[in-house]
């Protein structure tokens, strides 16, 4: 059974859920005493979340207004308008959560998993090494997906009869996403007006949001220049120049290599006329597909290294290939690298 | 007679023989579990596609196939709350997990004998697996005639085997939720029905597909090395260890105890090296612990490399992994019959995979034909042998003349009216 300690330090299970359905707080209470005391600590928390995840923690002296203080904050972070926020905040509780659980027993951990996420996770039946849980691969292939080392390739575990063998620090990173999916899959932005008693604070927070407007990848229109092209990309041109064909998957990773490193679709249908297969109708349905111009209006990338390692299209890394896991970021490195080169004065040649 | 009209003749005829099939065995079309949900498509004998369409009952989808014709069935791996919508609008609820095993994918000796590929530029031909630039010209122009038989059949199913152990040692699917079907042509198709693999989007699928063929195997994070690069001696792979780690281990002592020497010396090994092998193999026979991993000396690191890298091209399946990643895929109908050979696509009961024969157990028709026949190289159809045939008339078991018409290597005699 989990304590009240436990609920204020995870509020994201289900007793902690359920401990703050009990209270039975409405919206419109969270403005006036005592409950004002929770809405503070929500705004709190998102403004450390967004400013200063290192200083998330749990204040588990007071469970009545910390455990509540989670589902408020989230209620808030649902009318706000940024997706890129609503990720940070997201990003930061869960992580904070995942440090927490790395130094919890390994019964807390699995009784989480198990109660709140309904994993199918278990201890070894010899509890040998440094083996904590095993953990069934479907929880484990929707949770580390966006995990890039190699160590949480599939192909380089232990998996037995449909288990995984997992570490708790592991595991507990594993729930780290799963937190963080339930979050996002909460602060969806809801299909009605914000309570009135909300708009001051949200407000507020929506101006928080605007202050740092994060990295964002600055869509740039680059002239396409083939030399900095990764090989996998060249071989694929130089394949379709010389006549030859391409797969399916090829085909669509050069089209939306090419829009994307700033290729107009014409540029792109040029390319393709010499492919000895070439259709004109079908070739242009599927380049304005590709560059959003048809259909879901979504303009697409091209697949990731690792996906093109799967299906055979990887050539081989070269040096720049192993800082990168995308062929489009290898050309935008590439080119930045050639337009310094261009720019130092090239010295005087000796006669 | 013109090209174009054999064409239709040969159209005609195949379709005939299809429309036949199908009037007679329609009870044994098998439709996938959960129909409803399914997308079906149709390749007509014109060449034209009709997909998005759907069946509540099985009887529904026969009179469709038997007022069509279709030279080839399939439905989708994938349900949706409306199969017959527009791709975006279907409302995708799951996929079953699939794999496709073809002999296109698989390197065997046979190809030599029986697949031919020429360049369309200069003409070149050449004998086997179709080389990715023409050798005498260098350019990708090129066309391909593959065929099958009884070998490469076989190396196909070897594949289907390890990947209906690896399925069920590994992810502990058991063989009630497999489903392998011959795709009626060079290969099998296997489904996996679980719910635990059916609403597993295509990056997980992914992760599945390296797992099967393993790709991105990282030798040090499954303990395969010890510091200096060699095989691990102490707490090093097992043959009874799960996953990759214990796959390599078990391969590597088949290897070392198996391999005859053409095979060492193929995988790097040099003289010195195939004499320990040998000499080992002796002082084991006889003990209980008849692992050799470990008790062989004297290999540096380069040597282990190559034997673990063979190991692992060994045991990696060799699936199509875009099919696997594909949510959305078609794939074809069991009980119907494949528009490229005339064979009928089945399943096969995983206990008795071993000892089908699809050349002999897949094919349909009776009766005879007379056929032309342009050029084909020896093949087997419904457990005989045929050909080559070079530029003649034959009258074939309508099996055979329906093969050779479907590849488009014959077209049908018209037999004088008096």
């Known amino acids: ?351 | 007679m013109s090209e174009e009209n054999l064409e239709q003749r040969t159209r005609a005829l195949v379709r005939d023989k299809f429309s036949e099939y199908y009037r007679t065995n329609k009870s044994t079309i098998l439709p996938p579990p959960y129909m409803e949900r399914r997308e079906f498509g149709f390749l007509l004998t014109e060449g034209v596609m009709v997909r998005h369409k759907s069946f509540k009952q099985v009887e529904g989808l026969v009179s469709f196939i038997e007022a069509t014709v279709p030279s080839d069935v399939y439905h989708s791996a994938a349900y949706y709350l409306d199969p017959e919508a527009p791709m975006d609008s279907k409302c995708w609820t799951g996929s079953d997990l699939i794999f496709d095993i073809d002999a296109d994918h698989i390197d065997t000796e046979c190809k030599e004998r029986h697949d031919r590929w020429s360049c369309l530029e200069c003409k070149a031909t050449g004998h086997g697996k179709t080389p990715k630039t023409c050798p005498n010209c260098g350019r990708q122009k090129l066309s391909e005639d593959t065929w099958m038989c009884y070998d490469c059949l076989e190396r196909a199913k070897e594949e289907v085997l390890k990947l209906i152990d690896l399925l069920n040692s590994d992810f502990g699917v058991n063989h009630d939720h497999m489903r392998v079907n011959f795709s009626g042509h060079r290969g099998y198709h296997l489904h996996v029905d679980t719910e635990d693999v059916k609403s597993l989007g295509s990056e997980e699928r992914k992760a599945i597909a390296d797992y099967v063929t393993g790709t991105g195997l990282d030798g040090d994070l499954l303990g395969l090395y010890d510091l200096d690069g060699r095989i691990k001696i102490e707490d090093g792979p097992k043959i009874t260890d799960p996953s990759w780690r214990g796959r390599v281990a078990r391969r590597i002592d088949k290897i070392l105890f198996e391999a005859d020497v053409e095979e060492l010396r193929s995988i790097g090994l040099k003289s010195k090296m195939i004499e320990t092998v040998r000499k080992r193999r002796k002082e084991v026979e006889s003990s209980k612990d008849r692992s050799l991993l470990g008790l062989i000396e004297g290999f540096g690191e380069q040597t282990w490399k190559l034997i673990i890298q063979r190991a692992v091209s060994l045991e990696s399946v060799g699936i199509d992994t875009v099919v696997t990643t594909d949510i959305h895929r078609l794939i074809r109908l069991p009980r119907t019959l494949n528009g490229k050979t005339g064979l009928r696509a089945m399943k096969v009961q995983i206990g008795e995979l071993r000892k089908f024969n699809p050349l002999e157990q897949a094919t349909v028709f009776g009766g005879y034909e007379t056929v032309h026949i342009q050029e084909a190289p020896q093949f087997t159809v419904g457990g005989e042998q045929y050909g080559p045939f070079k530029d003649v008339d034959e009258n074939l078991p309508t099996a055979a003349a329906i093969f050779l018409l479907c590849k488009r290597k014959a077209y049908p005699v018209v037999k004088p009216i008096v």
């Open chain 1, 1 to 351: 059974m989990s304590s009240e300690r436990d609920k204020a330090r995870y509020p994201f299970t289900s007793e902690a859920a359920e401990f703050v359905k009990s209270l039975n707080i409405g919206v419109d209470d969270l403005t006036s005493e005592p409950y004002n005391l929770i809405l503070k600590r929500a705004e709190q928390r998102i403004r450390q979340a967004l400013f200063k995840p290192d200083e998330l923690s749990p204040q588990e002296q007071d469970p009545n207004i910390e455990i509540p203080s989670f589902p408020t904050a989230i209620m808030l972070m649902a009318f706000v308008d940024s997706e890129n926020t609503k990720r940070r905040y997201a990003v930061a509780e869960s992580k904070s959560f995942s440090k927490k659980l790395k130094d919890e027993e390994p019964e807390k951990v699995l009784e989480i998993a198990k109660r709140t996420f309904g994993w199918r996770i278990k201890h070894p039946d010899d509890k040998t090494g440094t083996v904590d849980f095993l953990l069934h691969f479907r929880e484990y292939l929707t949770n580390s997906r966006n995990m890039n080392e190699l160590k949480w390739k599939l192909t380089n575990r232990y998996l037995k009869s449909g288990y995984i063998q997992l570490t708790k620090d592991e595991t507990a990173r594993l729930l780290e996403e799963e937190i963080q999916k339930k979050i996002l899959e909460k602060t969806k932005h809801p299909k009605v007006e914000p309570p009135k008693a909300l708009q001051e604070i949200l407000s507020e927070i929506n101006g928080l949001a605007s202050v740092r407007s994060t990295s964002q990848d600055l869509v740039q229109t680059f002239s396409i220049e083939v030399a900095d092209m990764p090989q996998c990309i060249k071989r694929m041109l130089d394949t379709l120049s010389s006549g030859g064909r391409l797969s399916h998957i090829g085909r669509f990773t050069l089209t939306s290599f090419l829009i994307n490193a700033g290729a107009t679709e014409e540029d792109v249908m040029d390319f393709f006329k010499t492919a000895s297969d070439f259709d004109e109708g079908k070739t242009r349905y599927q380049v304005e597909h590709i560059s959003g111009g048809r259909g879901g209006k979504t303009r697409y990338t091209p697949p990731k290294c690792d996906t093109l390692r799967t299906h055979g299209l990887c050539v081989g890394p070269d040096e720049l290939c192993k800082r990168v896991k995308h062929p489009l970021s290898y050309y935008k490195r590439k080119r930045i690298l050639s337009k310094r080169s261009v720019a130092k004065p090239a010295q005087a040649p000796e006669i």
